[in-house]
């Protein structure tokens, strides 16, 4: 069984958890997720099964859309709503959409973030969330990230009590902590922040309505339908450059052979096709210009 299960993640589990629960219910050990989401967030999981975990990265390097609320007056250790508050200010003026476009519109393009405490970034061969754990801080490795758009959903500022929140939309690299923009939105508008709300609509080209639940997993193992939920690999890579060959160069692809470099391919990473079907990915030679090497082979 190969392809991409397209699983919308429920809150109260961890990314780990969802790939344990579809490893039994595929009945398949060769099962890999594409960036971790927290437990306190749904959304967009895709797994890669089978032969298809061999794009595991490629998959996870692609853009992720997300729709989150800030909520000012306070912050948090955790960055959300599940953490202790750290700091507090109460809103006292009326917050104008103008202004907090302004602000999200600051944010667009190249920034640079550091990741919160409790998030699993490795220093010095231990993840940062152990260290918050035993009420130690450490220094963080600064990271930048890209954020590609960025957008007010809310059509107001909702006020509760002394604190007050919005909706956003944002398009974003791999390796963005939306927990920490929210933060150093909250910032730029002079308040303490943290996110409230999370969920994650889109990873590469796959979206929310070509997800299944863990449910509908579930009804298609018992009815042994799981092939039918799975998307083809092609799926996971149509952010990439595609080659498309002839049959005469199909059996070198399988086999891994280098190739002389197609003269209307100038990426340095691409995808290998041969009547639709993913047979590759292939690089730039990095010892031998003007030739090309496998990086994944997928047929054999």
Known sequence: ???????????????????????????????????????????????????ATKIVPFLTDTEKVYEATVTLGSSTDTEDASG?????????????????????????????????MYSAVKVNGKKLYEYAR????????????????????????KREGEAASFAIRVVCSKGTYIRTLCVDIGKALGYPAHMSHLIRTKTGDITRKDCYTLEEVQKAADDNE????????????????????????????????????PEDIQEDVFVVEY??????????????????????????
């Open 1 to 51: 069984m190969d392809g991409i299960l397209p699983l919308w993640k429920p809150k109260g589990y961890t990314s780990h958890d969802c790939v344990s629960k579809a490893r039994g219910m595929l009945r398949t050990r060769k099962v890999g997720h594409t960036g971790t989401l927290d437990p306190d967030v749904e959304g967009v999981l895709p797994l890669c099964i089978g032969k």
């Open 84 to 116: 202790e508050t750290v700091e507090e200010k109460p809103v006292s003026e009326d917050l104008d959409l103008q202004r907090v476009e302004e602000v999200l519109s600051d944010f667009e393009g190249e920034i640079t973030q550091i990741p919160p």
């Open 134 to 157: 035993e009420g130690l801080e450490v220094e963080r490795p600064e990271r930048i990230v890209t954020i590609k758009s960025i957008e007010l959903m809310s059509d107001h500022v």
């Open 226 to 261: 799981q092939p039918s939920l799975l998307l083809p690999l092609a799926r996971g890579l149509n952010h990439m450059v595609t080659w498309e060959v002839e049959e005469k160069f199909v059996e070198w692809i399988k086999h891994g052979r280098v190739l002389q470099q």
């Open 275 to 300: 009547e639709g079907t993913v047979l590759a990915i292939y690089q730039k030679h990095p010892a031998k210009p003007g030739q090309i090497k496998p990086v994944r082979v997928f047929q054999s």
